[in-house]
């Protein structure tokens, strides 16, 4: 019976966590398309030293070890786990101990140190939030569901950990007395000797008996494999879904020089005909065969790239691109990840409306206006700052210059001080007021 149950939990877990992926797949291919398949090896190389080594995470030593012993200990407690569901299939207890011997114990310890720091560095996490309130932690954006994503997360870690010590520490003590959960029957001696839970198992559940010892292995066990799945099911809901989604996302980074912009090609086009001498300039070139005719930058989601898409889903809220943002840093409006954060909010919105009522439904809304304002699109500086900071290669200010494009180029909007800049360069071919005979009178001055 306990088999089956597994059996489905392990069905319906599984199942939904696939349904929710397959819809933040199909809302990030409604992106525009962008080749990031070149420089494979670069790419790799990328990947592994920002997403699996997180090397721009030690630009801050303390939480970057803090975070590492958190993601450390998610990465090698997938290895006890293939051996829990291992266990709930095949009705079986431990079924890889008797195989591995003295190596099994050596990974189920290393799993249990890994344990122990991430439920220390867990609660400096929440401390670091709720108490020492660090400044980029308490932006106006992360009230509500950002801060109580936050700090469930948390509280989800350490209660997947106590589950653990609560399986290893009941099963600790029924070895010791020559008892399994398996059959509850004598002749069973020896002890595991894992690291911990020698320890952990007989102060805690020294004094109790052996029924009480196998109703505590088995709420841990259960709720361990309950936790796992209930975690699971919540990433795709949940910033934390970057644990997934970094690793690709920064196989596909922007390779390219900071500071270098894309130019759009149709533009590209129009300008190059203006300079041909032998071109009509009279003639309105022949669209190719199958192209669809792309917005001038980006009035909504649908507008921006796939990667955007993708970036805005692997946002991980940790706020150092608004911490180094230096128009946040002077009290303007901007902040960088509020602008991906609220990307990631429209996407879900556009994306279950065209799953409610189809591609064509229009719900008057749009990324610029309703989600982001101009005074947060022309407060950016475009210094990278926020691209540097980011430990997975998550670029905010492309899609804020898609959105400046938007605005200018098809609603033709712009500050006031870039009006008058761009008929000066228009008029005078520099951004001062004077024609180019006047540009060098400063050196007749006396």
Avoid at 9 to 37: C, E, H, P, Y
Avoid at 415 to 424: C, F, I, R, S, V
Wanted: glycine share 8%; charged share 20%; proline share 4%.
């Amino acid at each position: 019976m306990t088999i089956v149950l597994f059996a489905v939990l392990l069905l319906v877990g599984g199942g939904f966590f696939a349904v929710n992926v397959l819809k933040i797949r199909s809302n990030i291919l409604l992106g525009r398309d962008v080749d990031r398949t070149d420089k494979s090896s670069e790419r790799w190389k990328t990947m592994l030293l920002v997403a699996f080594g997180q090397k721009k995470m030690f630009q801050r030593p303390l939480p970057a070890l803090l975070h590492l012993a958190v993601y450390s200990a998610f990465v090698i407690t997938q290895i006890e786990l293939i051996e829990i569901v291992a266990d709930g299939l095949t009705g079986n207890h431990r079924l890889f101990m008797s195989s591995l011997g003295g190596f099994y114990t050596f990974i189920i310890s290393f799993i249990e140190i890994l344990s122990v720091l991430a439920f220390v560095a867990t609660f400096a996490f929440l401390a670091r939030r709720n108490l020492l309130k660090v400044p980029r932690f308490v932006k106006s954006e992360m009230n509500g569901w950002p801060k109580l994503d936050a700090n469930l997360i948390l509280i989800f870690e350490i209660i997947l950990v106590t589950f653990i010590f609560m399986m290893n520490g009941a099963d600790e003590v029924l070895y010791n007395r020559g008892l399994t959960h398996a059959n509850g029957v004598e002749g069973v001696s020896g002890s595991f000797g894992f690291a911990v839970s020698q320890f952990v198992g007989p102060a805690f559940f020294g004094g109790m008996s052996e029924g009480a010892l196998h109703v505590i292995e088995r709420i841990g066990w259960w709720g361990h494999i309950a936790m796992v799945f209930v975690f699971l099911n919540y990433l795709p809901f949940s910033k934390h879904f970057h644990i997934l989604l970094a690793f690709p996302n920064t196989y596909f980074s922007n390779l390219e020089k900071k500071g270098k912009f894309t130019n759009m090609e149709a533009v590209t086009k129009e300008v190059k005909l203006m300079l041909d001498p032998n071109a009509d300039p009279f003639a309105a070139p022949a669209p190719e065969e199958g192209e669809v005719p792309q917005r001038f930058g980006a009035r909504d989601v649908t507008d921006l790239t796939w990667k955007n898409l993708l970036d805005a889903y692997t946002c991980t809220e940790c706020g150092r691109c608004t911490a180094a943002c230096p128009a946040n840093q002077t009290g303007k409006k901007l902040s960088p990840r509020k602008i991906v954060m609220d990307t990631r909010d429209r996407l879900e919105e556009v994306g279950n409306n065209i799953r409610k009522h189809g591609k064509e439904y229009d719900d008057g809304k749009s990324l610029i206006h309703d989600y982001i304002t101009e005074e947060e699109i022309w407060a950016c500086t475009s210094c990278n700052a926020c691209v540097q900071e980011c430990p997975v290669n998550i670029d905010p200010l492309n899609i804020i210059m898609e959105l400046r494009r938007y605005s200018v180029m098809e609603e033709s909007k712009m500050p006031a001080e870039l009006t008058g800049m761009l008929t000066n360069i228009e008029n005078n071919g520099a951004p001062w007021q004077f024609s180019p005979s006047d540009r060098l009178n400063w050196k007749d001055e006396a």
